[in-house]
């Protein structure tokens, strides 16, 4: 099992431009989620999804979309990017959560460094 | 909103030392789950709590959670330069979103 992957690792913008940040799971895991990192805030939840096709906000979403079309893959959306979206972006997934009034372990991707310009 | 606070934000200690850090929410949790992240990397599960009163160990690693289920921490006996890292708690409050406290770094001097 590869785990979680994301992609890019890094990732240079200029304010404005648009990208997408890929994360995908191989353990057939119905929770994904997305967090940011900045220094001394910890980690704070931008969206999560508990299966295919459903997804909600989290803490800070403004500024990010997502989709969850398959089991698989959950990948986030910057519509235009600004400076303050410069971060670490982590994904990770667990069994469990939503319906299931679950959530085990998450386990988590190495992270996408982006700097917006 | 929800929030979950954890001190201190640094601790430095010499081998040898025991080390703790603790958690709080003003409202109760439906679980709480601690992680260690190494510099440079991504946060790494460390165990799942969801019990009043629980205590759960990993050989030098003992953590416990409240009986109110607010607050939880981590205590680590004997620290080695193996344990540097920022531990991490996050909780939870209706088993979906996770809220994360800031994190207390910890520093091992041999």
């Known amino acids: 099992n590869a785990g979680v992957t994301q992609t890019p690792k890094f990732q240079v913008l200029k304010t404005g431009q648009s990208m997408t940040l890929q994360c995908a799971q191989d353990m057939n895991h119905e929770y994904m989620s997305w967090y940011r990192q900045d220094p001394g805030m910890g980690l704070r939840l931008i969206h999560y999804s508990v299966g295919a096709g459903i997804t909600d906000q989290g803490e800070v979403p403004n500024g990010y979309n997502v989709s969850r079309s398959t089991t698989e893959d959950f990948p986030l959306r910057l519509l235009s990017a600004a400076p303050s979206q410069t971060s670490v972006y982590f994904c990770?997934?667990?069994?469990?959560?939503?319906?299931?009034?679950?959530?085990?372990?998450?386990?988590f991707g190495p992270g996408t460094r982006l700097t917006v310009l | 909103g929800q929030q979950v606070m954890q001190i201190p934000q640094y601790q430095h200690v010499q081998e040898g030392e025991d080390f703790t850090t603790y958690c709080n929410s003003s409202t109760t949790l439906s679980n709480i789950q601690w992680y260690k992240q190494r510099p440079g990397g991504h946060p790494v599960f460390l165990i799942q709590?969801?019990?009043?009163?629980e205590v759960k160990k990993q050989k030098r690693l003992t953590f416990q959670f409240g009986e109110a289920k607010k607050n939880s921490s981590l205590h680590i006996t004997a620290t080695q330069t193996t344990d540097v890292g920022t531990y991490f708690c996050a909780g939870q409050y209706n088993f979906n979103k996770f809220y994360f406290g800031s994190g207390t770094k910890l520093n091992v001097k041999p």
């Open positions: 990770a997934s667990s069994y469990g959560g939503g319906a299931l009034r679950r959530t085990d372990t998450q386990y």
């Open positions: 709590l969801v019990k009043s009163g």
